[in-house]
């Protein structure tokens, strides 16, 4: 017996493209050209097994009737793809919550199509499952984290979905706020916090004075308002002093002088007890210099934080121990935000690059029952098709391997639950 799909969509040529592209797949294919509430009652008649649907069309949106159609127990089988020529980011996140199995951007590419649908009936590709759903404005969660710049070295070109600000994120509870980096994106956090009221006190922990981790720390902390009180914690080298290196990597971008007092922790591998009940432990991690990974214990939950870290994944000798040893330091993590900034292909010729791929860093994460994964450290040349199309390997990897992991890529603006 043929599959059943039903196509609504109210622009006559995607229409036909979609119904033509499912009939050759072997579908039986129904169209509607607009969104109501006899369409829904069709598609309980018809039960197909899949429904293509467009976001802005007349009569009923689309992101209400997947809402509908998801919420309609007959139909609970029927798997839904939403179509949409417009603001991709806000609209996947929309269709996320309305529970659609996937989002394909207009005009699609009929090349790619009926492989991506077998994939989405398959299950090997879903919004849905191995994704970490974004913190709707309305909730606050416990302990939350937000990410201000996720790439590597030089500038993303264009604008670019993912954003081109490099490392930061920034970890908050109940007026306790710790970032981790000072790439560009912390002057974006900056401006955050300077529209909030500035807390008297912030912890700044710098991974490795590599350009895309300090670039923007002079710039923050010259905006700081006089009488902030900043805790700098940074891997010492050992050929010259922290307060040099600070100064240094300070310099990169200042615009004036430092209104916030800085205090500079030299450290090292050990775990420290930052404030009363929470705990950060530094470990080195497998990348050039001396750069350190961070595991921050807070309100019951532990984030590790290793932005820059090669993984030797299943290929490693006798000798490469570093999984092992970042297993270690991730036990019982809750969240782990890793470095993943090569394609896989690429990867392979890679080796010894101080950097992982995603699909390594969904492997580890995987392998040891970590419960989120946010890959990050994008390499800045990446346009965000090479990403999207990187995180649906990353999460069709994670499906096949049925490790029950929370996945997301970084972008600018991200926030997250931990
Ligand atoms: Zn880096």
Redesign the pocket.
């Known amino acids: 017996m043929p599959r059943r799909a039903v196509v609504v969509e109210d622009d006559q040529i995607a229409g036909e493209l979609a119904k033509s592209l499912l009939t050759q797949a072997g579908y039986e294919v129904d169209s509607f050209a607009r969104g109501d509430a006899s369409v829904l009652a069709a598609i309980a008649e018809l039960k197909p097994e899949l429904v293509i649907l467009d976001i802005l069309m007349p009569g009923e949106d689309g992101l209400t009737l997947c809402h509908r159609i998801k919420g309609n127990a007959s139909l609970r089988a029927c798997k839904v793809i939403v179509v949409s020529g417009k603001s991709y980011e806000a609209d996947r996140l929309r269709a996320h919550r309305c529970g659609a199995d996937f989002f394909i951007e207009k005009p699609f590419d009929p090349a790619a199509f009926p492989k991506l649908v077998d994939e989405v009936m398959s299950g090997a590709l879903s919004l849905q499952a191995g994704t970490i759903p974004e913190i709707p404005e309305s909730e606050r969660p416990e302990l939350s984290l937000s990410v201000w710049g996720c790439r590597?070295?030089g500038a993303a070109q264009g604008s670019t979905r993912y954003g081109s600000r490099?490392?930061c994120v920034s970890v908050e509870w109940e007026g306790s706020f710790f970032i981790f980096d000072a790439?560009s994106g912390i002057l974006d956090c900056g401006e955050e916090l300077a529209r909030r009221g500035t807390p008297h006190e912030i912890w700044l922990f710098l991974?490795?004075f590599?350009r895309?981790?300090v670039e923007g720390l002079g710039a923050f902390l010259a905006r700081l308002p006089p009488g902030t009180n900043v805790r700098l914690g940074a891997p010492k080298d050992p050929d010259r002093t922290l307060a040099s290196q600070v100064e240094a990597a300070a310099s990169l971008s200042s615009t004036g002088p430092i209104g916030a007092s800085v205090e500079i922790y030299e450290m090292k591998e050990e775990r420290y007890e930052v404030l009363p009940g929470v705990a950060l432990a530094a470990f080195y991690t497998n990348?050039p210099g001396q750069t350190l990974g961070f595991s921050l214990k807070a309100r019951g939950k532990k984030l590790v934080y290793c932005?820059?870290s090669e993984l030797y994944g299943e290929g490693a000798t006798a000798f490469e121990d570093y999984d092992d040893k970042l297993a270690r330091s991730c036990e019982g993590a809750d969240f782990l935000i890793h470095?993943g900034?090569h394609a896989t292909t690429e990867h392979l010729s890679l080796k010894m690059s101080g950097?992982s791929s995603a699909l390594d860093a969904v492997e580890f994460a995987g392998k040891h029952g970590i419960g989120k994964l946010l890959v990050f450290?994008h390499d800045a040349s990446r346009s965000d098709e090479d990403l999207d199309r990187y995180a649906m390997d990353a999460g069709a990897k994670a499906r096949t391997k049925k490790y029950p992991l929370g996945l997301a890529f970084a972008r600018c603006g991200l926030k997250l639950g931990i």
């Open positions: 590597g070295p490099s490392s790439g991974s490795h590599h895309d981790h990348h932005p820059d470095d900034a950097h450290h």
